[in-house]
């Protein structure tokens, strides 16, 4: 189907008179088209409540345990961002100030990742973890084209290794970039990709090997230290010196305040690009993601862009041009705001209340737990095998009817028969929510255990809301 398909019909919204005291009966003659212009404005707060009362049709983002993206902010935070809507982001020129604090956001980036050398390090904001992935993409592709353009030239087809847990965007960066995706599937209890599945895809025409902190499939940490270790054997072996990017879309804002002996970042010297979300565990309003090299060999030169614009000489790398500013003066205030012991003090809450919650699912008993909480502060769980009256669709549908939105998905390949669901414990998310949860999945259960099986043998089409 079409990604959206305008309506010709001539629908009109109806107006309620009591939108307008001035003169209520202009306002019932009012019925503005839904899917063309109107012939002629209407007053600010008529065209206001009509859409307002449209999107409380929307489901509460704070019960939506489906997304990783931030939800509520400070009110500092947000009269900063309403502040900064009519910067332009790229105008570095005319926004300075904004261009300097967007250059401390990566400054501390780069020392949170331990960079070898963090005023060496480059990178630069983006409208989220998928455009970073698409430049941290791009930067391989062309850092393997410089040492094998001979071959690249005579039609040799670089390919690109990841699970097949990845993100959907990294399918897109090699659709668009025309890089064969070599994914390893899921084996067994295995649901990311580890060393040996890695190594066992890569060739001379591999750009890189893809690591994620934080599968959005279970909320696992990929081995990232032990693919470096199996990637420098391999080169010791074959001479083949392949380089690690580490999606850390969710991990990268979480490991290094929850799990800092652990080893994935640019102190394994293998990695050569981070991204992140700054809208995810970064706890900013969507959209803002960040990427980051290691240094100035990381990211070739000449897709770097130095763009004279409105008096200034701006170098520029992203596929956006024009975007807003304001996600990125938040991004400054949270790091301004809540510090290194600010941060561990939220991301400890939100893992606190997954291992709970994880806890409380144990006990109810028709459940099985695949992770607990204690990598990202997600849960990932399924129906336990001997129940035989409803499945994981059935209990998403029906925390649904509360306000819940808890998705339920097939996983990908070769386990297409496990099918789970999933909690995202956010920041806002809390312990008296997540007792909320339990307490209505334990009302629930008496229910639906009284189905003489799951509606999807029934007909019923199994939704899902796993979209992230």
Request: glycine share 8%; net charge negative; with cysteine.
């Amino acid at each position: 189907m079409p990604l959206h398909k305008g309506n010709g019909t001539g629908h009109r919204s109806a107006v309620d008179s009591a939108f307008s005291d001035a003169d209520p009966v202009g306002a019932m003659r009012l019925a503005p088209p839904k899917h063309r212009l109107h012939h002629a404005p209407i007053p600010p707060h008529t065209a206001y409540q009509l859409i307002h009362d449209e999107l409380m049709l929307d489901g509460n983002a704070k019960l939506n345990l489906a997304t990783f993206v931030t939800t509520s902010m400070e009110d500092e935070a947000g009269r900063l961002m309403a502040e900064c809507l009519d910067k332009n982001m790229i105008d570095k020129d005319e926004y300075p100030q904004t261009a300097e604090l967007e250059r401390r956001c990566v400054a501390i980036l780069a020392d949170l990742w331990h960079a070898p050398d963090p005023a060496a390090a480059i990178g630069c904001s983006t409208t989220g973890s998928s455009e970073a992935c698409m430049l941290a993409g791009l930067a391989l592709k062309r850092r393997w084209m410089r040492r094998n353009q001979a071959r690249y030239d005579a039609g040799a087809r670089p390919n690109l290794v990841m699970g097949v847990n990845v993100q959907v965007c990294w399918e897109k960066f090699c659709n668009f970039w025309e890089v064969e995706a070599r994914t390893a599937p899921m084996e067994g209890e295995r649901f990311h990709l580890d060393a040996p599945s890695a190594v066992a895809l890569c060739d001379e025409n591999t750009i890189g090997v893809v690591g994620i902190m934080g599968s959005t499939f279970d909320g696992s940490y990929e081995p990232i230290a032990e693919i470096c270790a199996a990637l420098d054997e391999f080169q010791r072996t074959t001479g083949l010196d392949i380089p690690v990017h580490v999606d850390g879309a969710s991990g990268g804002m979480v490991a290094p305040f929850l799990d800092p002996d652990l080893v994935w970042d640019f102190r394994l010297p293998r990695v050569a690009s981070i991204n992140t979300s700054g809208h995810k565990y970064g706890l900013v309003y969507p959209g803002v993601g960040w990427a980051l090299w290691r240094d100035s060999e990381a990211l070739p030169e000449e897709l770097v862009f130095k763009v004279n614009y409105l008096g200034g000489d701006m170098p520029t790398f992203a596929l956006n041009f024009s975007r807003p500013g304001a996600e990125v003066v938040a991004q400054y205030y949270i790091f301004l705001r809540l510090g290194r012991e600010g941060l561990r003090a939220v991301h400890h809450s939100c893992r606190r209340v997954a291992e709970a919650l994880a806890d409380g699912l144990a006990k109810l008993g028709p459940f099985r737990l695949l992770t607990r909480g204690d990598e990202l502060p997600v849960i990932a769980f399924t129906v336990a095998d001997e129940v035989t009256s409803f499945d994981v669709f059935d209990v998403s549908r029906r925390l649904r009817e509360r306000g819940w939105q808890v998705p339920a998905y097939t996983f990908p390949a070769n386990r297409e028969d496990l099918s789970v669901l999933r909690v995202v414990c956010r920041n806002g998310f809390s312990h008296d929510l997540a007792d909320l949860l339990l307490a209505d999945l334990a009302r629930l259960l008496p229910e639906l255990e009284c189905q003489p099986g799951p509606l999807r043998e029934h007909g019923v089409a199994p939704a899902t809301a796993f979209h992230h």
